[in-house]
């Protein structure tokens, strides 16, 4: 995990002016921001990444294409064009993106990280190929590109499947929602 600095904001999502390194944000369970980024294509394609095996959290469960803290001093869409860049090496624009709405996020894990996240949430239309994406070392373990059917089934079994965090499954119907809206 990489240890930069992340802006504090209150439960309202009000910025406090103080920033704090991410791993003293999640130790004290500090309000922050997030952007998540789901890519979609215009054939009915969600891409999935699967997090890396290395990750603390919830390691080789698939979720979000690309996801990410939002840097101090850095806005929302900024951190989405950068996180997107980093984590899949595919460059898009703020005019790409389409916000979906702010989703919170409050969980304590068994090894003391406290995330009490923002997640800022668009989605944006996939123009190009898997091959054309490269997977971040360290973040991404593998990526896929599933139909809206496959995703609807995996989602209704998703407590059992091993295969979404679970405890998302709301979060995961809303943004099908919206991608629904889009085809």
Known sequence: MTDEFIDIITKNQKPTGNTALKSVIHSKGYYHNTAHIWFY?????????????????????????VAGHVD????????????????????????????IGVFPCFQTYENGLIDNEFHHTFIVELKVS?????????E??????????????????TENNNHFVASNKTYYQIVLENILQQL
């Open 41 to 65: 294509t215009t054939e009915g394609g969600i891409l999935l990444a699967q997090r890396a095996a290395s990750k603390t959290i919830r390691p080789l469960l698939w979720d979000v294409s």
């Open 130 to 138: 898997l091959k054309h994406l490269k997977p971040q070392l360290g």
């Open 72 to 99: 101090a001093g850095e806005t929302i869409e900024q951190a989405a064009i950068r996180e997107t860049q980093e984590e899949i090496g595919l460059t898009i624009f703020e005019t790409d993106l389409h916000k």
């Open 140 to 157: 991404v373990e593998a990526l896929k590109l599933i139909t809206v059917s496959d995703f609807e089934k995996l989602l209704q079994f």
